[in-house]
């Protein structure tokens, strides 16, 4: 093949068709021609044999040894994605990290890694669908990126539900034995303590090794937790949107009974050890922000041991490592700690790790995937990592979580926006998946994308604040005019970003979003980290913190707080909580908590109704309006459409 057949990496390049097959049918038929197997991907993008470990032909585990080695190279240009408030359809926010990647490496020749999320199977069977990209800008194969990837979600599910049970069956137990009883049966004779139990003995001040040397009142300290279960927090997991499990009660079983008082041996005067909790999404488990936000396996222990599960009748704080759960969990996290690599159609090196959502969890990759991709990449290349959902919170936790806890500094944000969502942002009707586009959002309408466009700017402005470079990427639909993209441009550059590009990735692959990789680019490179700054400190007090995000980056006139809210406040600066960073949860749909209030709403307040503490993962997070932290299923999911070939095991149906 001559060289005018090969892209800047020295491969075929992409061939398109026209009109878009289904992204499905483009991964199979891509998959079909031939991708270089997962172990030559790694050996080219740097990545040693002995630090790479297979799982099949078309992803890897990625030793975190390949960090180490590489500790003292300098990284490459750091460069997250995000978007404005989207539809209920998406706008392409991964697309567009794919193809922008693919444009950076196929075609300006620069060593360039995307960094994504693992999907969640929830959207995926129910209305957004998968998170591989679409089109020609997606990774491959996308039913293996789709369906459980390395098994990483569902090892979040295990340990997060050890630890729920460890509480319960706890709770259960100190009901039922006294102090002496309890500590005979967590230390029996011979066996000592568990490396675990030190940890509990050091808490407690306690400076002796062997159970027998205890006293009386070091056994109660030790043995009795005493959980009060109106604090306790931590509830069950499962990746599915199912909404008849965001309460729920257990311990209803006849053999759930407990002593109406401890010591009494009548059965008769026994009582139900029931109590209300619910479920959430697993990639809204704390174990989830835990694996996203740990630095290395020795981190991750210790990040999971200091989870917070609630608190004792004397306010102390209860974790997981007091409930001898945090060793445990941490094997069942071994694997899960290191990331995972794919490709993309144009066979760009993709490192896909964690999995939080934006509007209920941090909503970014994890910390070691961004490590590992920028010491491959090197001072001339690229990193495109994604931030989940609008800027207003996949961006603004990347910023004020993700860089403060890995200390890596980013030099540009590209915001993505489509016509479409600033068309409904300026008052076009509401957008819904499964219903046929009003057509307005079909024909030219300039006034309603000049109004939309507010909404864009408020995402350039909060950017700004920053200190990074904003380059807007106008993701093309087929039904976009030159007008429409040229008041999209305008509004951008007015607003003070940095360059803004329509760019054609979903349909040409990386050709399509040439323009936007150069610019890019050029942000980076008119850019200084030195320049990156947060947008709050952590000294200041936990309502300071929540305020400036919802008045700087929401542009709110105040909060409210609940009454449970203000005391979970309250007991968290008692427990020397009070300086960590805040991660929201809330709407995707709108700056504001109202999902229909689009555009740039003014004149209201954020309703915070509970506040959760994840000691843990290193961050307090306050529960907004009525965001729930575990979807549910639309009329007709997309599951209806997912199905096998039963003679070739092919997928069908994932979009």
Same mark, same amino acid.
């Given at each position: ?18 009109p878009v097959p289904s992204d499905i049918d483009v991964s199979k038929s891509i998959v079909a021609g031939g991708i270089p197997d997962i172990? $030559? $991907? ?6 040693l044999e002995s630090e790479l470990i297979p799982w099949g032909n078309h992803k890897a585990k990625i030793s975190l040894s390949v960090r ?20 209920? +359809? ?7 990290t794919v193809g922008l990647a693919q444009a950076l490496n196929a075609h300006l020749g620069r060593r360039t890694f995307a960094c994504i999320? %693992? ?18 800008? %997606? ?10 990837? =390395? ?12 630890? &729920?049970?460890?509480?319960? =069956? ?41 159970? =027998? ?17 109106? =604090? ?22 006849? /053999? ?5 008082? $401890? ?27 835990? +694996? &996203? ?49 794919? %490709? ?14 934006? /509007? ?79 057509? @307005?959002? @079909? ?25 990074? /470079? ?17 008041? @999209? ?50 000294? +200041?007090?936990?309502?300071?913190? $929540? ?20 005391? %979970? ?15 929201? &949860? ?9 999902? &229909? ?10 309703? @915070? ?47």
């Amino acid at each position: 093949m001559t060289t005018e057949g090969m892209n800047a990496m020295g491969r075929p390049k992409l061939v398109t068709k026209h009109p878009v097959p289904s992204d499905i049918d483009v991964s199979k038929s891509i998959v079909a021609g031939g991708i270089p197997d997962i172990r $030559i $991907i790694g050996e080219e993008a740097g990545i040693l044999e002995s630090e790479l470990i297979p799982w099949g032909n078309h992803k890897a585990k990625i030793s975190l040894s390949v960090r180490d080695r590489l500790q003292d190279s300098p990284n490459g240009s750091y460069v997250v994605c995000t978007g404005i408030n989207p539809t209920p +359809l998406g706008e392409g926010k991964s697309t567009t990290t794919v193809g922008l990647a693919q444009a950076l490496n196929a075609h300006l020749g620069r060593r360039t890694f995307a960094c994504i999320r %693992q999907p969640s199977q929830g959207p995926t069977f129910g209305i957004k669908g998968g998170a591989a990209g679409g089109g020609y800008a %997606q990774v491959v194969p996308m039913e293996e990126f789709n369906l459980h990837l =390395t098994g990483d979600i569902h090892a979040v599910g295990a340990a997060n539900n050890l630890l &729920a049970a460890a509480v319960e =069956t706890r709770m259960f137990h100190e009901s039922c034995q006294s102090d002496t009883a309890l500590f005979k049966r967590l230390c029996p004779s011979g066996k000592g303590f568990a490396p675990v139990m030190l940890k509990r003995l050091e808490k407690l001040g306690i400076k002796k090794t062997e159970p =027998t040397e205890l006293t009386e009142e070091e056994i109660s300290n030790f043995a009795r937790l005493d959980i009060d279960p109106d =604090t306790v927090t931590w509830q069950r997991v499962l990746d599915t949107c199912d909404r008849h499990l965001r309460g729920v009660t257990v311990g209803c079983g006849k /053999n759930e009974t407990v002593p109406a008082k $401890i010591g009494c041996k009548d059965r008769t005067k026994r009582k139900q050890n029931d109590r209300k909790t619910g479920f959430d999404i697993t990639v809204a488990s704390e174990v989830m922000a835990v +694996l &996203a936000l740990a630095t290395g396996l020795g981190d991750l222990r210790e990040k999971l041991g200091a989870m917070i599960v609630g608190y004792s009748r004397s306010g102390q704080p209860v974790t997981a490592d007091d409930l001898g759960c945090g060793g445990a969990m941490a094997v069942l996290m071994r694997d899960a700690i290191m990331p995972t690599l794919m %490709q993309t159609a144009e066979a760009t090196p993709v490192i896909v790790h964690a999995g939080p959502f934006a /509007n209920i969890a941090t909503g970014n990759s994890s910390i070691v995937a961004d490590q590992i991709a920028l010491k491959l990449a090197g001072p001339e290349g690229f990193v495109v990592t994604e931030a989940g959902f609008g800027a207003d919170i996949g961006m603004e936790k990347f910023f004020n979580i993700k860089c403060r806890a890995s200390g890596l500094l980013p030099k540009c944000a590209v915001i993505v926006a489509t016509v479409r969502a600033l068309k409904m942002h300026g008052g076009g009707p509401p957008v819904s998946a499964g219903k046929p586009l009003d057509v @307005v959002y @079909v024909d030219e309408n300039l006034e309603l994308v000049e109004k939309g466009c507010a909404n864009l700017v408020k995402h350039i402005q909060n950017a700004r604040k920053f200190g990074v /470079n904003v380059v807007v990427a106008i993701n093309k639909f087929k039904t976009d005019t030159c007008a429409e993209v040229e008041v @999209v441009r305008t509004a951008s550059i007015t607003a003070g970003a940095f360059d803004a590009v329509m760019s054609d990735h979903w349909a040409k692959g990386g050709e399509g979003a040439t323009d936007l990789a150069r610019a890019v680019v050029t942000a980076c490179e008119a850019n200084d980290t030195k320049n990156f700054k947060f947008l709050y400190e952590t000294e +200041l007090s936990i309502k300071d913190k $929540i305020g400036t995000i919802c008045s700087e980056i929401y542009g709110a006139d105040g909060v409210d707080y609940s009454e449970i809210a203000e005391k %979970q406040i309250s007991t968290y600066e008692s427990a020397g909580l009070g300086n960590l960073p805040i991660c929201i &949860a809330k709407t995707q749909y709108s700056f504001s908590c109202d999902a &229909a209030a689009k555009g740039v709403p003014t004149n209201f307040r954020v309703a @915070v109704r509970e506040v959760r503490g994840c000691a843990g993962a290193g961050f307090l997070y306050p529960i907004c309006g009525d965001i729930s932290t575990i979807p549910g299923l639309p009329t007709r999911p997309g599951f209806y459409d997912v199905d096998i070939n039963i003679d070739t095991g092919e997928v069908y149906g994932l979009f």
